[in-house]
Nanobody
Framework: HVQLVESGGDSVEAGGSLTLSCVMT????????MAWFRQVPGKGREGVAA????????YYAESVEGRFTISRDIAKNTFHLQMNGLKPEDTGTYYC???????????????????????WGQGTQVTVS
């Protein structure tokens, strides 16, 4: 299966920026969705952003659109989440996740539904104050 390891979480002031990275090892799906979710204590995981390995489909949650950018570096088996203009409500544990593409799925559906993701990292903490 795919193994994922996140890094880049930190504590920053409101308005600051962070870049999260997710390194993928192990098995690689021929075509996949790579996504970022976040979670705060007492709530479920919330989809933040997602893209296909082909790069031609991208999803952003409304709350982060225009501030966050998801990207991938296929050669390094890594994908990133560039976060600008951070707000206190962006605080949470951020998880990267992947899922193989199936016929009929959309990037928005995968990126907003944690139950549809197949592999998960351990999480990295982002705190905005």
């Amino acid at each position: 299966h795919v193994q994922l390891v996140e890094s880049g979480g930190d504590s920053v002031e409101a308005g600051g920026s962070l870049t999260l990275s997710c390194v993928m090892t192990g098995y690689f799906y021929p075509a996949a969705c790579m996504a970022w979710f976040r979670q705060v204590p007492g709530k479920g995981r919330e989809g933040v952003a997602a893209l296909y390995t082909s790069g031609d489909r991208i999803y952003y949650a409304e709350s982060v659109e225009g501030r966050f950018t998801i990207s991938r570096d296929i050669a390094k088996n890594t994908f990133h989440l560039q976060m600008n203009g951070l707000k206190p409500e962006d605080t949470g544990t951020y998880y990267c996740a992947t899922a193989p593409l199936r016929f009929g799925t959309t990037v928005g559906s995968l990126g907003s539904t944690p139950e549809k993701m197949h592999d998960w990292g351990q999480g990295t903490q982002v705190t905005v104050s």
